[in-house]
């Protein structure tokens, strides 16, 4: 005899079979037992999930001779032709490739003949949402008052392709994606039948790709088989024979994108390419690792949510304190921006390397997430007492390539008065800094030189505020950046001090423009742009 495939040979013959939809199988159940049975059912839901095998099973019990609680016997004659496929009661219909008009005409003529044994003519439609419009509608008057030895049983996958007035007429019965322990408990039970050894971490794994269809987790686990037939199925085999990737490659590639390792990222990638993973499955399982990431970082009871081994999750539970949760984010929307891209590209390569680029130096963005994604950066580099030294801006002069640092002389420290000097020569220090650092500058509230020679900049920044000058001046890198201005102005070292006004009420000197306030004061502010 032949080899049968697994999801075909372990097809659920009667309800208490049913894995995964028990709000469907009880209301039908129920039905029955009342002899209450619609005319017309409408099953709808991802594919895999049961609509088929639902669909047989109550075609066979309305017309069973000795139903048990719901559930066919199994044993009668009717039970039995209906499951080989000679029952004349049970009809199946492929919408896909019959749709139109003269296929459902024929339904339509067939109807007025009583079954010739057995309760019930049971029309099963697959695909229904195929059908044309002069289908649907030649369907529309049998569908609403067919003869009380009718019932029609329409399956779909795609509810929304089906016209409202086909809709109205049934019995809508919505599929649920399977859970993952479903599947993998019911692959586990099959497995145990067969006598195929096989570990329980590669029985999740396939259970976890099949996402939410029973029929997909079957075909993955019969191809495991296949290509390991008499051997123990492991974990790792399965991930070669479906091109996965371990996690613990995720971890390695995840530490060299927070440290910016740009060649050994895109050495992870030669890696999965030489042994000939699928890309775009590597992309969706990198973004899912980061998710789980984030979820752990979001709560400390997410743990029973992550399907994961112990050893896996101690290791996720390590990377969770070395990188923000606004930074994961940031690398889920880059990778879940990919994953679109790559779906119908033909150099997928070369997107994934960009995209990992992107990862390992967010400042070739300019967006808000890349921004603290680099803060994020300069904070960790400063607590590590490496020392960071801001290019010159594109568009300064002064802009030049930086082939080695430079060590400079100290310059001394200014005193009050030069700092009132760099006061009233404000926009010369302006003129020399970074355009976005620029903007922000402009609208500091109050400028004032503290008794110790600070320059104090003060700017009015409410809760719900869409500026964030403040914020954007208080960075490391930006204070750096005002300093080298200054020093390239008066040859002095000034120490700059920073004050967000959060309270919602005006700083005292605040103007609507800093040079308005400086002429306030009778100060004449010099501009260089």
């Given at each position: 005899m032949s080899y049968m495939a697994l999801y075909r040979k372990f097809r659920p013959q009667t309800f208490d079979d049913v894995k995964g939809q028990d709000h469907i199988v009880t209301t039908l159940q129920n039905q029955i037992k009342n002899d209450r049975i619609g005319h017309a059912y409408l099953f709808t839901g991802t594919r895999g999930t049961g609509k088929t095998t639902?669909?047989?099973?109550?075609?066979?019990?309305?017309?069973?001779?000795?139903?048990?609680?719901?559930?066919?016997?199994?044993?009668?004659?009717?039970?039995?032709?209906?499951?080989?496929?000679?029952?004349m009661n049970v009809i199946e219909m492929d919408a896909a490739s019959n749709n139109g008009v003269d296929n459902i005409r024929q339904i339509v003529e067939e109807v007025a003949y009583p079954p010739t044994e057995g309760k019930y003519k049971v029309y099963i439609i697959d695909e229904v949402h195929m059908l044309s419009t002069g289908a649907f509608n030649a369907l529309l008057k049998t569908l609403e008052e067919p003869p009380s030895y009718v019932v029609f049983i329409?399956?779909?996958?795609?509810?929304?392709?089906?016209?409202?007035?086909?809709?109205?007429?049934?019995?809508?019965?919505?599929?649920?994606?399977?859970?993952?322990?479903?599947?993998?408990?019911?692959?586990?039970e099959l497995m145990d039948k067969e006598g195929v050894q096989?570990?329980?971490?590669?029985?999740?794994?396939?259970?976890?790709?099949?996402?939410?269809?029973?029929?997909?987790?079957?075909?993955?686990?019969?191809?495991?088989?296949?290509?390991?037939?008499?051997?123990?199925?492991?974990?790792?085999?399965?991930?070669?024979?479906?091109?996965?990737?371990?996690?613990?490659?995720?971890?390695?590639?995840?530490?060299?994108?927070?440290?910016?390792?740009?060649?050994?990222?895109?050495?992870?990638l030669e890696e999965i390419i030489t042994q000939g993973r699928d890309l775009n499955q590597f992309v969706n399982d990198f973004t899912w690792y980061l998710r789980n990431l984030m979820l752990l970082k979001s709560s400390d009871d997410m743990e029973d949510a992550l399907e994961m081994s112990s050893d896996n999750l101690a290791l996720l539970k390590e990377e969770a304190q070395m990188v923000d949760t606004e930074i994961l984010m940031r690398y889920i929307q880059v990778l879940s921006a990919l994953s679109n891209d790559i779906k119908?590209?033909?150099?997928?390569?070369?997107?994934?390397?960009?995209?990992?680029?992107?990862?390992?130096?967010?400042?070739?963005?300019?967006?808000?997430?890349?921004?603290?994604?680099?803060?994020?950066?300069?904070?960790?580099?400063?607590?590590?007492?490496?020392?960071?030294?801001?290019?010159?801006?594109?568009?300064?002069?002064?802009?030049?390539?930086?082939?080695?640092?430079?060590?400079?002389?100290?310059?001394?420290?200014?005193?009050?008065?030069?700092?009132?000097?760099?006061?009233?020569?404000?926009?010369?220090?302006?003129?020399?800094?970074?355009?976005?650092?620029?903007?922000?500058?402009?609208?500091?509230?109050t400028m004032t030189v503290t008794e110790q020679g600070e320059l104090l900049l003060v700017f009015d920044q409410s809760a719900g505020s869409e500026r964030m000058d403040g914020d954007i001046v208080n960075r490391p890198d930006a204070i750096a950046e005002i300093s080298?201005?200054?020093?390239?102005?008066?040859?002095?070292?000034?120490?700059?001090?920073?004050?967000?006004?959060?309270?919602?009420?005006?700083s005292q000197n605040t103007k609507s423009d800093v040079r308005d306030y400086f002429a306030g004061l009778g100060i004449e502010v010099e501009t260089e742009e």
């Open positions: 639902i669909a047989k099973i109550l075609a066979r019990t309305i017309n069973c001779e000795n139903p048990v609680n719901g559930c066919p016997c199994m044993e009668c004659a009717m039970c039995k032709a209906i499951s080989s496929g000679n029952s329409l399956a779909t996958t795609e509810v929304h392709k089906i016209p409202i007035t086909i809709l109205s007429r049934c019995q809508r019965y919505d599929f649920h994606r399977i859970s993952i322990d479903t599947i993998a408990a019911r692959l586990q096989v570990e329980d971490r590669a029985i999740r794994y396939i259970a976890k790709a099949a996402d939410g269809s029973m029929r997909d987790g079957l075909s993955l686990l019969d191809q495991c088989i296949a290509f390991y037939i008499g051997q123990t199925l492991t974990y790792d085999n399965v991930l070669k024979v479906l091109g996965a990737i371990d996690t613990e490659v995720f971890s390695r590639l995840l530490r060299y994108i927070i440290n910016g390792q740009i060649t050994d990222a895109i050495g992870i119908y590209a033909s150099q997928k390569r070369v997107l994934i390397e960009i995209a990992l680029i992107k990862l390992c130096k967010p400042e070739m963005e300019m967006d808000i997430s890349a921004l603290n994604n680099r803060m994020a950066n300069l904070e960790k580099k400063v607590e590590q007492g490496v020392p960071v030294v801001m290019a010159a801006p594109a568009n300064s002069a002064a802009a030049t390539p930086s082939v080695a640092p430079v060590k400079k002389e100290p310059l001394p420290a200014a005193i009050p008065d030069e700092v009132k000097e760099v006061v009233k020569r404000w926009g010369s220090v302006i003129g020399k800094t970074s355009p976005m650092l620029k903007s922000s500058l402009k609208n500091v509230s080298s201005a200054i020093e390239d102005l008066i040859h002095k070292t000034v120490k700059i001090k920073v004050e967000i006004n959060r309270s919602g009420i005006s």
